[in-house]
């Protein structure tokens, strides 16, 4: 065990970020009791658009569902197996299999029978992200659904008919839900929540951005309980407050010189989806002074950068902090596409070499001595082009450990062989 | 003059070579069927299909994660192997991510002068997608016109239009042929037929298929018909696996695969007007690739179809292992055949196929609707 360097304490808004994610699934299951709306959809789904309907619209985003359905080991096995049976490939997302598998069981990971949704809107970016839905909808004996296709290309391609193809999806969608629920739509409401998207996203950008600091304040394994409301509901106005109250405990820590692991002393990041039934994985590099300082994974799957002046990788400007007036449905849908089109990790759909540059980034501004990439069998979205980024890390001159596993089917994970592999990459670094 | 096909898919290296040698004229490799070959065509470029060898391989390993389908890294070995080292150009027409990685592999390890990703849109069943494409057509034409150094006129797209249509139209036909009682050609001579369009100078190939459907008038096979087959999945010219299945007593009467007649089902309907508009049309009304088949599932009555007009007995679904769009349409595909009285047997498919396991699998599978047959 490495030695104590610097002072640590534990996450002061912990509990209030425990309490917001279990009302999430209360609030969904409950939902309809009291007149409520539900529907279902994708982590990158624009989930503000469904703000306009009301405040009480509650979403259940399918990837964070099936994250936490693999915590569950034993509940995720039958999952599994269930959808199996059913006659899906056992190779698929394990996300995707864990949700169907909780529809044919009919059991919802926290408590009851899986509520069905009253409709579903996702977005599509990998060849599964509209099939998962076509799926449920058919396992749940016909949910409405309407899909959005973000598939233009990369941001510094963008042009105004790549937006206009995936902002007139969007606005076609409004119609759709009114039609499909029998409520109005509100515009402020979704103005609003379209802001409140901006301000978590550019939020959780700039807390990633204080893990540049040494020692970091934050390790990557708390932060997966914390960047998750950016895929849980990311235009929530009840979140972005959260990611200001968290932005303002982070930079206190760094103030103060608070470090998440005491015994920092080599700094890495990993990529793509953990295995979440093992995320102890993480805890034992901490035995070694190894802290994980996040990753274009936890940056980016909600978080928005741009360059900054200086040459370094900042929370991206919101349209608010530029003036922007959004005033119009158009106008919020207008910004929200561009605001999406920009994401990180959109961007390396259309090729690695975009992954890598941003990754070799990473390891520069935050000061990384090695990566550990995690060839995950369980998303092929994220795992795309994961070989091409190794050979252009090593070419960058960081060592990289791979590991071979599955974020949502444990049967795929050699927990023995992956904690080998650790103790030959902490040797490697030089902390053993 | 069927027997060209099998010729031209054997040589297929050869052949762009001395097409090249011949004409003087520019070669671009494409990575899957959405790619709009009329815009080539109108340039006076050759478009062939980077297809895999079925050969076992080592080369791709450091470039592609082992669980992408065999098919996408078959593809780029063949790049890393310098088998297309005539190519001056390579696209790919957005569909799976699987298949995006040998593009993009190629793109960083084989450079070639020329290199375009046309962002086909996914979301085929919108109204948006119709205006989005046709724009993105325009700048694919821009950037054509800049590589090879001419100007497409709309002389030029209505050529390119018609080359593309009267090959469709053509093969068609020939599979219009496949719906009688005894089919005069096998589905592994339809398979040559299809799969050598794609790699072919379009009106060489044309005339030969022109010429082929004569013969097929008088043709007769030299084995009985057997059970009548449907194919359906991925990508597949697995012609040892196809040559297989027909020597145990069957016949591949029609196929739903991309080298297939999904490739050439349906035509560019242009009324010389907004010809850009016609071809995007056709793109998006094409028997779709399941990345493409949502939020209806078009694919099914399409199927049904088929399985229907070439009074099939039994259908083979032929998946690329790891091919995560066809995992997702196939339990419902065989549940629907089944469903309807056509059963079904479903099998992987990688770079090889172990031949002797899948025919016992095959053999037993025509055994059982032999039995139908029978009782």
């Known amino acids: ?432 | 003059m069927i027997e060209m096909f099998k010729e031209w898919y054997d040589a297929r290296h050869e052949y762009a070579k001395e097409w090249k040698e011949k004409t003087g004229g520019k070669v671009l490799g494409y990575f899957c069927t959405y790619v709009p070959e009329e815009i080539l065509l109108a340039a006076d470029v050759l478009p062939v299909r980077i297809l895999g060898s079925h050969e076992p391989q080592d080369v791709t390993e450091p470039h592609i994660f082992g669980m992408f389908c065999p098919f996408c890294r078959d593809c780029l070995a063949q790049g890393l192997k310098g088998r297309y080292d005539y190519l001056d150009g390579i696209m790919i027409a957005q569909s799976c991510l699987h298949i995006r990685q040998a593009y993009t592999s190629w793109e960083m390890h084989i450079p070639v002068p020329f290199s375009y990703y046309l962002p086909m849109p996914n979301h085929v069943q919108s109204p948006r997608a119709l205006p989005y494409l046709k724009a993105e057509l325009e700048t694919f034409k821009k950037a054509v016109e800049e590589w090879t150094g001419k100007t497409i006129t709309d002389e030029d797209l209505d050529r390119g239009i018609e080359i593309m249509n009267r090959n469709r139209r053509l093969l068609r036909d020939a599979y219009d042929t496949r719906k009688a009682a005894d089919p005069p050609m096998s589905g592994l001579e339809a398979m040559y037929m299809a799969v050598s369009s794609q790699m072919i100078d379009k009106t060489e190939h044309s005339d030969v298929v022109e010429e082929s459907l004569k013969e097929l008038q008088t043709r007769k096979l030299e084995t009985p018909t057997g059970e009548r087959l449907i194919i359906i999945g991925s990508e597949d010219d697995d012609t040892t696996f196809i040559d297989m299945v027909e020597n145990c007593g069957s016949t591949i009467v029609v196929d739903d695969h991309c080298t297939g007649s999904r490739y050439f089902w349906n035509q560019v309907e242009s009324n010389g007007e907004d010809r850009l508009q016609a071809i995007a049309q056709r793109y998006i009304d094409r028997p779709r690739c399941p990345t493409k088949d949502w939020e209806e599932r078009s694919r099914i009555p399409h199927i049904m179809n088929l399985a229907k007009d070439w009074n099939v007995s039994g259908a083979i679904l032929l998946q690329q292992k790891f091919c995560d769009p066809h995992e997702l349409d196939i339990p419902i595909i065989r549940k629907t055949l089944e469903e309807s009285g056509i059963p079904t047997l479903f099998l992987e498919l990688d770079v090889t196929v172990p031949v002797g396991q899948f025919q016992t699998r095959v053999e037993a599978f025509l055994e059982m609707l032999m039995e139908e047959d029978l009782f």
Request: charged share 25%; proline share 4%.
């Open chain 1, 1 to 432: 065990m490495a030695e104590d360097k610097y002072p640590t304490e534990p996450l002061k808004c912990w509990e209030e970020a425990k309490q917001l994610r279990f009302k999430y699934y209360e609030d969904y299951k409950n939902a309809n009791e009291t007149g409520g709306l539900r529907w279902a959809g994708g982590a990158w789904s624009f989930d503000a658009v469904p703000y306009g309907l009301g405040d009480d619209v509650y979403p259940l985003t399918g990837e964070p569902y099936g994250a936490s359905t693999a915590f569950d080991k034993e509940f995720s096995k039958k999952c599994l197996e269930a959808a199996e049976a059913a006659g899906y490939a056992r190779d698929l997302c394990s996300y995707m299999r864990n949700y169907w598998g909780s529809i044919l069981l009919n059991k919802f990971t926290f408590g009851g029978p899986f509520p069905k949704p009253d409709f579903i809107w996702q977005d599509h970016i990998c060849c599964s992200h509209a099939k998962w839905y076509q799926v449920a909808s058919e396992l749940e004996g016909g949910v409405p659904s309407f899909v959005v296709d973000v598939g233009v290309g990369t941001f510094d391609e963008m042009n105004d008919n790549k937006v206009q193809y995936v902002a007139g999806q969007l606005l076609d969608g409004i119609d759709w839900l009114v039609e499909t629920t029998g409520r109005t739509y509100d515009d402020n409401k979704l103005i609003e929540a379209v802001k409140s998207e901006f301000r978590l996203t550019s939020t959780w950008a700039k807390i990633c951005e204080l893990n540049k600091a040494v020692p970091a304040p934050l390790d990557e394994k708390s932060m997966y309980s914390l960047y998750v409301f950016g895929v849980l509901s990311k235009a929530k106005k009840e979140y972005a407050d959260f990611m200001d109250k968290l932005l303002a405990e982070v930079q206190d820590r760094v103030d103060r010189g608070i470090a998440a692991i005491a015994n920092e002393r080599t700094r890495v990041m990993s990529d793509t989806q953990p295995p979440w039934g093992f995320l102890k994985v993480f805890r034992y590099l901490e035995k070694f002074g190894c802290v994980s300082i996040g990753s274009l994974y936890t940056f980016g799957l909600t978080g928005l950068w741009e360059d900054k002046e200086d040459g370094s990788w900042g929370a991206k400007t919101t349209p608010m902090e530029k003036g922007v007036t959004i005033n119009t449905r158009e106008k919020a849908i207008e910004e929200l596409v561009k605001w999406n089109l920009a994401k990180p990790e959109w961007q390396h759909f259309y090729h690695p070499q975009l992954k890598s540059d941003m990754m070799v980034r990473i390891a520069k501004e935050w000061k990384l001595d090695g990566v550990m990439l995690h060839y995950n069998r369980g998303c092929e979205g994220l795992s795309l082009g994961i070989a091409e980024n190794r050979l252009a890390l090593q070419a960058a001159g960081y060592p990289v450990l791979v590991f071979e596993g599955n974020m949502g089917d444990e049967r795929e994970f050699d927990e023995a062989g992956t904690m080998g592999k650790m103790d030959t990459f902490m040797e490697t670094l030089g902390v053993i």
